[in-house]
């Protein structure tokens, strides 16, 4: 399946599905409001609406209506990484150092790290700046 275009706010929604699998309207507004009404639940219907639209959601016919997600985590990476290369500019050392300052790394994804670097900077085809 081809993913559209996703928006932030629906990113945040499919982290919920994925989390927490099939969910109606109100268990979404719930989980995502925190009980704090924000976003109303009218956005947060248009919002699944939207998704159900694009293919990124499916909607039962039961009462109250069921949401599912249609698309895997996967699929939709390279859609957030589009996003992200284009919000940073191609610069991606500020952009890790400021993940990395929002809160501790595990050993494990330092260890990521180190190997992801180790084979950048012995890549012949490497671009330099």
């Known amino acids: 399946m081809t993913v559209t275009k996703i928006s932030p706010g629906e990113a945040e929604l499919l982290e919920i599905f994925w989390s927490k699998?099939?969910?109606?309207?109100?268990?979404?507004?719930?989980?995502?409001?925190?009980?704090?009404?924000?976003?109303?639940?009218?956005?947060?219907?248009?919002?699944?609406?939207?998704?159900?639209?694009?293919?990124?959601?499916?909607?039962?016919?039961?009462?109250?209506?069921?949401?599912d997600t249609l698309v895997a985590k996967e699929e939709t990476q390279g859609k957030f990484f589009d996003l992200i290369e284009s919000l940073a500019d191609r610069?991606?050392?500020?952009?890790?150092?400021?993940?990395?300052?929002?809160?501790?790394?595990?050993?494990?994804?330092?260890?990521?790290?180190?190997?992801?670097?180790k084979k950048s900077k012995d890549n012949p085809n490497r671009v330099t700046g």
């Open 21 to 67: 699998g099939r969910l109606t309207l109100s268990q979404v507004y719930e989980i995502y409001s925190g009980g704090s009404g924000k976003p109303t639940l009218q956005t947060i219907q248009t919002r699944l609406g939207r998704m159900v639209a694009k293919g990124l959601l499916s909607r039962s016919d039961d009462y109250p209506a069921i949401y």
């Open 91 to 117: 610069n991606f050392a500020p952009l890790m150092l400021r993940l990395a300052e929002k809160r501790s790394l595990t050993a494990e994804e330092i260890a990521a790290l180190e190997t992801i670097l």
